[in-house]
């Protein structure tokens, strides 16, 4: 049996640090992802006619509203607002009122080109803003109970079965897969989660002529997917036929390594691995699930939690490929595809208890995800470079042509009370994933349990948790790995895959454990393999890096004492009070001026004066203007 996640409502979030963001998403970030939707035409486009339309839709204008309905939906379980409440009322009523009588619903293929409807599967997004519709469907039935949304879905899903499945059809960007099986959990209606596994297992198969369905569906318009110089040879792709760019090279469970498009590939396992929980004989794709996961996090991840190191195609390089500046068509590390990796951890910790998905979540989250939006809410990272440079200051953008990563920002501060617990009924377990303080509230095989957590992270390591129970129950503690080897408990337990496992009995007094997670701040070095010669400097679970207000000396050429690192005060930056202000020694290199040779047998020395480098966490740069000077990783001085 598996850990199903907390339910929104049962969680009460009490830290000054969460509740901070979450009215940061309530009063600036939805009204501003609102208005843009607004102003666009995307809130409005499944409202209109061929006729009435104001401008022309994209294909994937549907999606960017389904998301941030679904955020929505989210906050609105928590707290009510009349406003976005009409404005959630006023969509659903736009999408019943689209669908055509054969169940279809798309703006864009309404509006522009109704005659090619499912022609074009691989590049046209039918399928993903479907996806996103029925995710928006299962979050607007948890607030509402109204089965409305699922109705509008399923028709389509019907249409889908009927059109695209006899053709061995399957998504181009991949997200319905992971919105049906969320229906199906919420259903149990089998066409969500049998649709669901034809798209995971069919995708990639090559047939008699080694063509998969992308080859078969672009003859049948008439395009050739062999000409180097045809319209089918998309720019994200090496070379003809390039279908690793979304996973459909071969099927999920013959891929060796995590290739292509980084939030396709994330989309793809949350839906396979949710889709491996459901339905019965998918060892399979469990297993091809964790080999891929495992092949991101341990040899394609920026140690901010991203993802991403090749802006061409959006998507991962070779492995240990993770340069840090954008510049010449590196570093992507998109919003979208740290969004999707954190959800891929909370599915795998539905399976098992480990602790690397809970440590995954936690970097992803406070450093790459929660940097993306600026904390006046209204402003946000697309990509999220761990270098920058001066007189290029990579500035957060109001809004983007492609609008996905505002929307999914939104989504995941509302699902913010579901990621720090989940429970398991058959071992009587509450699992502890992150720690925010917070009240949890549910039931064990009947019995209450509540569960209050009280911690100051991610600043501080304390964390105090009180249980009470009327039965026996075990508690499963995340032991980060950041403070693995410096942790206390008050109580002790049996540690297993970065858990402390701790039984708690009912009594007349609450049960209280005491635990501390030391923060200090630490270097780390990276792999050998990456060539990254230099050192970074995190504190618990923040990445810290060094920016031009602090420093004004060339960062580029910036050599610091991998030895003593300072707390030297706590600063107010960008209305986060207290926040750690971290200082460590080094030395400059000054650039020689004028026409020097590119390349001397002389090495530049070291300027005699020693400096004091000021880092600041990742998440909070690019506040303060400033040159657009900005490092993760610094040269280490070695003596």
Not at 134 to 147: R, V
Not at 181 to 189: K, S
Not at 200 to 216: A, C, L, P, S, V
Not at 496 to 501: C, I, P
């Amino acid at each position: 049996m598996s850990y199903e996640p907390a339910p929104i409502r049962a969680v009460e979030v009490t830290s000054p640090f969460y509740l901070q963001l979450d009215e940061l998403m309530r009063k600036s970030t939805l009204p501003a992802i609102l208005e843009s939707l607004r102003t666009t035409g995307r809130y409005y486009a499944l409202s209109w006619t061929p006729k009435t339309a104001k401008k022309k839709a994209h294909c994937f204008w549907d999606s960017d509203l389904y998301k941030t309905m679904e955020a929505c939906c989210y906050y609105l379980m928590k707290r009510d607002d009349q406003q976005l409440r009409a404005d959630v009322e006023e969509v659903v009523g736009f999408i019943k009122a689209a669908q055509w009588e054969d169940g279809y619903v798309n703006s864009y293929f309404t509006l522009h080109e109704p005659q090619n409807r499912f022609t074009n599967l691989r590049d046209m997004h039918e399928l993903y803003c479907l996806g996103h519709l029925a995710e928006f469907a299962a979050a607007y039935h948890s607030l509402t109970g109204s089965d409305d949304l699922i109705k509008v879905v399923r028709r389509m899903v019907e249409l889908v079965r009927k059109v695209v499945l006899p053709k061995g059809g399957y998504p181009g960007h991949q997200e319905l897969e992971l919105g049906l099986v969320r229906l199906y959990e919420v259903t149990r209606d089998d066409i969500f989660l049998d649709t669901a596994g034809f798209f995971i297992r069919e995708r990639g198969k090559h047939d008699e002529n080694d063509q998969t369905f992308y080859d078969r569906e672009a003859f049948a318009r008439g395009a050739d997917p062999y000409n180097f110089l045809g319209s089918e040879n998309k720019s994200s792709f090496r070379h003809p036929r390039d279908y690793a760019y979304m996973q459909a090279h071969v099927p999920l469970v013959d891929q060796k390594s995590i290739e292509g498009h980084c939030v396709r590939a994330m989309y793809y396992l949350i839906g396979a691995q949710h889709y491996s929980l459901m339905a019965p004989d998918t060892k399979d794709i469990q297993d091809a699930v964790r080999h891929l996961f495992n092949n991101t996090v341990n040899q394609k991840m920026y140690i901010t939690g991203g993802i991403g190191s090749v802006a061409r195609n959006e998507g991962f390089g070779p492995d240990y490929f993770l340069p840090d500046l954008q510049a010449g068509g590196c570093c992507y590390s998109e919003t979208c595809a740290s969004f999707g990796l954190i959800i891929l951890c909370e599915k795998l910790l539905r399976r098992n208890l480990h602790g690397v998905y809970g440590d995954i979540m936690e970097r992803a989250f406070l450093n790459c995800v929660l940097g993306a939006v600026s904390m006046q809410g209204g402003s946000f990272y697309y990509e999220n470079p761990l270098a920058t440079v001066a007189g290029a200051p990579w500035n957060r953008s109001k809004w983007f042509e492609v609008s996905c990563c505002p929307p999914n920002v939104a989504k995941l501060l509302g699902l913010l009370p579901s990621l720090p617990f989940s429970t398991r009924a058959s071992t009587s377990t509450i699992a502890i994933h992150l720690f925010l303080g917070s009240n949890f509230t549910t039931k064990l095989n009947g019995d209450d349990v509540s569960l209050k957590m009280e911690t100051n992270l991610p600043w501080e390591g304390g964390v105090k948790i009180t249980v009470d129970t009327e039965t026996k129950i075990e508690l499963a503690i995340r032991i980060p790995s950041w403070a693995a080897d410096d942790y206390k408990s008050s109580v002790k337990g049996e540690v297993k895959d970065g858990y402390l496992y701790i039984p708690v009995d009912p009594s007349s007094s609450s049960t209280v454990i005491d635990l501390y997670f030391s923060t200090a701040p630490k270097f780390v070095y990276a792999h050998p393999k990456t060539r990254k010669n230099e050192v970074a400097i995190t504190r618990g679970p923040m990445v810290y890096c060094a920016e031009s207000p602090d420093n004004e000396f060339d960062l580029e050429n910036t050599f610091v004492e991998a030895k003593n690192i300072k707390e030297v005060r706590k600063a107010d930056i960008a209305g986060v009070k207290d926040v750690p202000i971290l200082e460590v020694r080094a030395k400059v290199k000054t650039a020689p001026a004028g026409n020097e040779p590119l390349y001397n047998a002389h090495e530049t020395k070291l300027d005699p004066e020693e400096k004091r480098v000021t880092l600041l966490p990742f998440f909070l740069r690019m506040h303060r203007g400033g040159s657009g000077a900005m490092r993760v990783w610094l040269s280490e001085l070695r003596v």
